[in-house]
């Protein structure tokens, strides 16, 4: 039973690039959360996706957008990347909204150079 | 402004002696408390949670303790064990539809 599967594991990119992370929801699970983890930091909320809409939002800005596919599946793109974008991206699933059964996946790490 | 504050950066135990981890956090609406593992490389693990409705939720070695009107928690592991070396993070469930509020946590490193 695969857990959630996130790609690519390693990303390096450049200042004003766009970027498309992904993640392959555990089986069973419909909902899919987005978490940035910078260095020394816990993980911060960047919003959650259910039945294929953005169901909230944490206090990121514009540029970074989301999407869920029917399969549950998503993906996290970040627009006009800065520095500060650096960080483990991470990707959480669960059934249903509100749940507690969060299964995190290994992240992605993104370097912005 | 940080609604989950874990103090210490780090911790170091003796193998088979007790950790306990401490977790403060200032909004009284939160309700549920969790607290993650997470290794080098990996993604969190779910360790133990408890509901405010209870100040104590034990799981083998792993042990919980909510203090409601300190608003404090701590999770308490005993014995410790080398593989418990990790960092572990305290999260509160906040928001209508259940994100997870982390604290920036601590690194436990459990000595042979």
């Known amino acids: 039973d695969a857990g959630v599967t996130q790609s690519p594991t390693h990303l390096i990119k450049t200042r004003g690039q766009q970027v498309t992370l992904r993640c392959s929801p555990k089986s069973g699970h419909d909902t899919v959360s987005w978490y940035q983890q910078a260095l020394g930091q816990g993980p911060q909320f960047i919003f959650q996706y259910y039945e294929e809409e953005e169901r909230q939002r944490g206090n990121f800005p514009d540029r970074f957008s989301g999407h869920q596919f029917p399969n549950y599946s998503s993906e996290l793109n970040v627009n006009a990347l800065l520095l500060g974008d650096s960080a483990l991206y991470l990707c959480?699933?669960?059934?249903?909204?509100?749940?507690?059964?969060?299964?995190f996946g290994s992240g992605t790490r993104l370097t912005v150079v | 402004d940080q609604q989950v504050k874990q103090n210490s950066p780090s911790l170091s135990v003796q193998e088979g002696r007790i950790s306990i981890l401490n977790c403060d956090y200032t909004?009284?609406?939160?309700?549920?408390f969790l607290w993650y593992k997470k290794y080098p490389a990996e993604g969190p693990t779910f360790l133990i949670s408890i509901s405010s409705i209870k100040d104590k939720n034990e799981d083998g070695r792993f042990t919980v303790f909510l203090n409601k009107s300190a608003k404090h928690l701590s999770l308490h592991i005993v014995p410790s064990q080398p593989g418990d070396s990790a960092v572990y993070f305290c999260?509160?469930?906040?928001?209508?539809?259940?994100?997870?509020?982390f604290g920036k946590g601590t690194k436990l490193s459990v000595k042979p």
């Open positions: 999260a509160a469930l906040g928001g209508s539809q259940g994100n997870l509020i």
């Open positions: 959480a699933s669960s059934y249903r909204t509100g749940n507690y059964g969060y299964t």
């Open positions: 909004n009284s609406m939160f309700d549920y």
